[in-house]
């Protein structure tokens, strides 16, 4: 049974129809890259998955259980955790504080006065673990809003693996980095998720990084899959190579 099902899924704003009948299966220890042109549909179905969105039609399944209509904070719970296109972080708190709230954040008993010093430790230790895993363990007492632009990804990717997810969700983790930044984020993302064998949704333009870090690939275009296969089929799919206008090098 694939770790996360989507079936018929449609979003529609008025007349526009952003999703358009998108159906998937995402495998267990997968990295599925998810790409397409602007506007093709990509941060909108990572927010249908998140329950940041509601479908007009259609389902999300996630290890079994249908998710469709389920809250945000249902869906982080059930084992889904994401980044975002614009970074989402505390600014004005320390990179660990970052972690170790979004890890607190995951457990169930997270905001409750008695035995709630367990929890924080419990929190801080994976917080601990997931710097550690991404290389930010020697800026944790740092603020979080001097990092540099290429660590603030990163904590973003620290935050969400502090939350001990079985999915994780990565939307354009290197935009807005050099082409240094993008090689040491990439470097780093490879070796976690191979350590770690996560089941991962990618939504990434540059496609030097979809080839170096998916088993498959998915292409939108229009809001509908127009392509699903492994890198080099997708790379020689002449629909794909159309919807991009040049193609690939």
């Not at 990509?42 to 999300?60: A, E, M, R």
């Not at 869906?75 to 600014?91: D, P, W």
């Not at 603020?143 to 603030?152: E, T, V």
Request: net charge negative; proline share 2%.
């Amino acid at each position: 049974m694939a770790l996360l099902e989507l079936d018929e899924l449609t979003r529609r704003f008025g007349g526009l129809v952003a999703i358009d009948h998108v159906s998937m299966r995402v495998e267990e220890g997968e990295v599925r890259a998810v790409i397409g042109p602007n506007g093709a549909g990509k941060s909108t179905l990572f927010n249908l998955i998140t329950g940041i969105l509601k479908p007009s039609q259609g389902s999300v399944r996630f290890a079994g259980e249908r998710l469709t209509g389920q809250s945000v904070s249902r869906v982080s719970q059930r084992g889904i955790a994401r980044t975002f296109q614009l970074t989402a972080i505390f600014r004005e708190m320390s990179v660990r504080d970052n972690v170790r709230l979004a890890a607190q954040a995951r457990e169930p008993r997270r905001w409750q006065f008695h035995g709630g010093g367990a929890v924080f430790e419990a929190a801080g230790r994976r917080a601990d673990a997931a710097l550690e895993r991404l290389g930010l363990s020697a800026i944790g007492d740092r603020l979080a809003g001097l990092l540099s632009h290429g660590d603030q990804r990163l904590l973003e990717v620290a935050m969400a693996l502090a939350q001990k997810p079985r999915l994780l969700l990565l939307d354009e983790p290197t935009q807005g980095l050099s082409v240094e930044e993008t090689a040491e984020t990439v470097e780093t993302l490879s070796k976690v998720l191979a350590e770690s064998g996560m089941t991962v949704l990618l939504v990434e333009h540059d496609m030097d990084v979809v080839f170096r870090l998916a088993h498959r690939i998915t292409v939108l275009h229009r809001g509908a899959v127009i392509a699903d296969g492994l890198p080099e089929e997708v790379k020689q799919d002449g629909a794909v190579q159309t919807a991009y206008l040049g193609g690939f090098d």
